[in-house]
């Protein structure tokens, strides 16, 4: 993979792929956010079971995860803002931009995160979901540069 996922710039190397494999781990909010939003397009399920904290998971997260990785293909990130309320609590508001079903959704967010035994984690969040309304004709948002209907609509 060149470019990472997250919309960075950075080759995926110089940018998510460390955090995910932990290897250098997530140093703040920010970072973990867009390793998340990483892991679900190569697919990380161990990842975003691991970097959400335990407190909020349910019984069947991985199963959650791993549908909903599967359903959709992740195709842009904004970031909205972000910040450190304190040394153990951060919050990070972006949009999503996914492909499913021949349509583009848009995923809003506004993600808690804390810190503890000396790594970030999600802790939750308030989602809203929307869908785009796009033309066939006009040109995919996933930055393509082909026409929405030769491209994600297919997907
Ligand atoms: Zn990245
Ligand atoms: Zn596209």
């Not at 335990?54 to 972000?82: C, P, Y």
């Not at 984690?121 to 082909?146: A, M, V």
């Amino acid at each position: 993979m060149e470019n990472c996922p997250c919309c960075s710039g950075l080759k995926f190397k110089d940018c998510c792929a460390d955090k995910i494999s932990r290897k250098n781990p997530a140093q703040t909010p920010l970072e973990l956010m867009r390793a998340r939003y990483s892991a679900y397009a190569v697919k990380d399920i161990d990842f975003l079971v691991f970097s959400q904290d335990s407190r909020t998971h349910s019984g069947n997260i991985r199963q959650e995860i791993v549908d909903f990785a599967n359903a959709v293909k992740f195709i842009k990130l904004e970031i909205h803002n972000h910040q450190h309320d304190n040394e153990t609590q951060g919050h990070v508001n972006f949009s999503a931009y996914y492909a499913s079903n021949g349509q583009i959704h848009r995923l809003t967010e506004n993600s808690q995160f804390i810190f503890k035994d000396g790594e970030w984690f999600y802790l939750s969040g308030d989602t809203d979901f929307s869908t785009l309304k796009i033309n066939r004709n006009e040109t995919c948002p996933c930055g393509s540069g082909k026409k929405f209907k030769r491209c994600c609509a297919n997907k």
